[in-house]
């Protein structure tokens, strides 16, 4: 039998400890939910933004090392607090985790469910003061926009206005951005997030149509960021149908978080 030299060990060594921590980590999210028929969380993506400085398809050359079938749920414009709070709970009720990018305003007025999604193990992004069109205003009025909204969020997340997010996470309104924010974006080390498909739910449709256009372009794709708006009725009254859709079809949703405080770490499955 050949010896297996001292790099080789600690090549299988290391193995061997990244197949376990992605086991432990599956496990972990399986006993936080209480009913074993649920869609749950498949795994955690932490998104390092040195890494992956700008992902998602539909703007970027580039989106998240996702497998197939896995995908990424994003929630854009809330909270609202009709909406968002059916949306919280269908999400609860699957044990799945989303990413929610706030208006600072909506996060003012409804701090409460900006707390709620922090507690229920939701990802808090970002997305401008006011929604504003960052391409039609200057650039220092729109990164005015963007540091009020970030600010907003955190006070109604933490209790404490700051520009430095807790989660580097960004989306554009309507995905218009400008290279000089992008820079800027980059050198604060906040990743900027588009998507690789969306429900259009900005058009009026029945859930059941917009439950029937999102999984036809699911079924396109077979994995990627997914735009939704949790300000949207439709979306609300059609996210218990696609969730199931999701779980009955072998889908697996993926959490994205950011780095923890102080990591230097590059972006990897944990």
Excluded at 30 to 42: F, I, N, Q, S, Y
Aim: charged share 20%; proline share 6%; aromatic share 8%.
């Amino acid at each position: 039998m050949r010896e297996i030299s001292g790099r080789e060990s600690v090549v299988i060594v290391l193995k061997a400890a990244i197949f376990a921590l992605i086991a432990s980590t599956v496990v972990a999210h399986a006993e936080d939910c209480p009913r074993k028929d649920t869609l749950g969380t498949a795994r955690i993506l932490t998104v390092d933004p040195k890494t992956y400085p700008r992902v998602g398809t539909q703007s970027f050359p580039d989106t998240l090392p996702l497998e197939d079938r896995e995908v990424v749920l994003t929630f854009d414009d809330g909270p609202n607090a009709p909406t968002t709070t059916k949306i919280l709970t269908a999400l609860s009720r699957e044990c799945v985790r989303a990413t929610f990018f706030l208006i600072g305003n909506s996060a003012t007025a409804n701090a409460s469910l900006v707390k709620r999604m922090a507690a229920e193990g939701h990802t808090v992004g970002h997305h401008t003061l006011a929604h504003a069109d960052l391409k039609k205003i200057s650039n220092a009025a729109a990164v005015e926009q963007i540091d009020r909204g970030i600010s907003a969020d955190e006070m109604a997340l933490n209790g404490k206005a700051t520009t430095v997010p807790t989660t580097p996470f960004f989306r554009f309104p309507y995905f218009e951005s400008t290279p000089a924010l992008l820079d800027m974006l980059q050198s604060r080390r906040i990743a900027v997030f588009g998507a690789d498909f969306w429900a259009s739910d900005w058009n009026p449709m029945t859930p059941q149509q917009q439950l029937e256009l999102i999984t036809g372009r699911l079924k396109a794709a077979g994995r990627g960021i997914i735009l939704f708006h949790d300000t949207k009725a439709q979306t609300a009254a059609m996210l218990p149908d696609f969730l199931r859709y999701l779980r009955e079809n072998r889908y697996r949703v993926v959490h994205i978080v950011p780095p923890a405080a102080g990591s230097s770490a590059r972006s990897s499955s944990q």
